[in-house]
């Protein structure tokens, strides 16, 4: 065994010595060789054409959008500044003018509003408030009563959609739509009480 371990040696010795370092050295050689004579210039021409292209293609586009940019889009800008200045203060002074005179008409717009763009304003507490939570019917509550009074619950029934809502499931969207629907009329139907006392007095 002792042999055949001390040949197993030399062997790998020897092809280490004849085969793998000269096969090194070679390898090592090509590597500069393709480094010096090809991947530098390479690089080199590389960095020639994108100087070129920055100079010939880059800068004229940049200073073609600048001057697009102080041609065209400045003197728009300027106009939008004017309009705002001339039409928007005048009417910011209209509308503080009409809180003024109609206080109750602008709380029923602005509430009528938030709660069109966030019913889940209204929608939440006023399930929480009548009994349908985030975990299922309070005890004691409203909700508690109907569902004692009618037994089994419907899937799709109007109970089972306001739990769901109030559960956050597929109800939420019907009764934020329903939330949405009233809080517009109420805006409108606002609107058409303000309309009629401006037009009768």
Do not use: H
């Not at 728009?76 to 503080?96: D, F």
């Not at 717009?109 to 019913?119: C, M, R």
Request: proline share 4%; net charge positive; aromatic share 6%.
């Amino acid at each position: 065994m002792a042999t055949l371990l001390n040949n197993l040696t030399t062997s790998l010795s020897t092809t280490g010595k004849e085969q793998v370092l000269p096969a090194l050295n070679s390898l090592s050689k090509a590597i500069t060789s393709f480094s010096a004579n090809q991947l530098g210039p390479a690089l080199a021409g590389a960095a020639i054409g994108l100087d070129v292209f920055g100079k010939e293609k880059v800068i004229p586009a940049m200073l073609e959008a600048g001057k697009f940019g102080k041609e065209k889009i400045g003197p728009k800008v300027l106009e939008v500044g004017e309009y705002v200045r001339e039409n928007a203060g005048p009417a910011v002074k209209k509308t503080g003018e009409y809180v003024k005179e109609n206080p109750g008409m602008t709380a029923v717009y602005a509430v009528s509003g938030l709660t069109i763009l966030v019913p889940g304003l209204v929608s939440g507490p006023a399930l929480w408030v009548f009994g349908w939570g985030g975990l299922g019917v309070r005890g004691g509550s409203a909700a508690a009563a109907i569902q004692a009074s009618t037994g089994n619950i419907i899937a799709g029934s109007g109970f089972a959609t306001l739990q769901s809502a109030g559960m956050g499931g597929y109800g939420v969207a019907a009764v934020n739509g329903v939330v949405q629907g009233c809080s517009a009329a109420v805006g409108g139907i606002g609107g058409l009480i303000g309309l009629r006392n401006r037009t009768v007095t």
